[in-house]
Structure formats: C-alpha cells, structure tokens
C-alpha cells in the first residue's frame, strides 16, 4: 500500500507513539475491526471519531498498546501508542482530539503571480 504519512515520535523510554496514513483495501471500520480481532487480543474497543470521521479506539496486546483508526475513501489513519495510564496515554489523546483535516486552498487565478501558495498546519504536542 501507498504511504502517505508517517511519524514516530520516541520517548526516553524507547517507547514510542507512530501516526500513519496508508491506502486501505479494506474499507469499513467494521471489516477492519473483524480483521484486527483475529490477528489480536483486544482487551477493550470504544467508537469515536479522529477530526470528523467516524473512529475506532482500541486496547489490545501485551505489552497493552492503544490504538486509534480511522477509514474513509480508501485511505486508513492509524495512531499507536503504548497504553500505560500516563504520558503516552495523554500524548495520543491529545493528538487524537486535536486532529485536523485542513481544506484545500484554491490559488486565486485572477491575481496569481505564477507562483503556487503553500499552507502548512503546524501543532505542538506537550
């Protein structure tokens, strides 16, 4: 599949938090959550949403791992962490809250000076 996105963010601990955007061929949260299930012990699953797509968050695993994912038009949105009632929890709850889809910019074709406008979206996560 086609990566689009990927960060891994490390701790001092070695552990770390990793958000992915990848083509999907599965393209329903229910099929993919019947797929995970099988591969995976998941001890707990919750509906939420990531910016406004509908979303599952899921604990699973030993050593216990947190999950969010999101799928729309073929395209899965992933974010994994180590589940552990603390920093990492808080990291990956606050990025899943935070997240933003940003629209596109058209460039105004009447007053363009032949150059394409970029806008990039930074966040700080503390």
Known sequence: ????SSLELFGSDAKRLTVRVSDSQIT??????KSFNLQNSVRKIDQTTLADLPALHLQYGAPE???TVALSDGIIYEVLS?????FWDRTH???V???Q???SVTPDVAGSSGNDTITLIEETVE
């Open 65 to 67: 791992m947190m999950m």
């Open 101 to 103: 889809f940003a629209t």
């Open 1 to 4: 599949p086609n990566i689009y």
């Open 28 to 33: 329903s949260l229910i099929d993919w959550q």
């Open 93 to 95: 709850e606050d990025l």
């Open 97 to 99: 809250s935070s997240w």
């Open 82 to 86: 180590p589940a552990d009632d603390g």
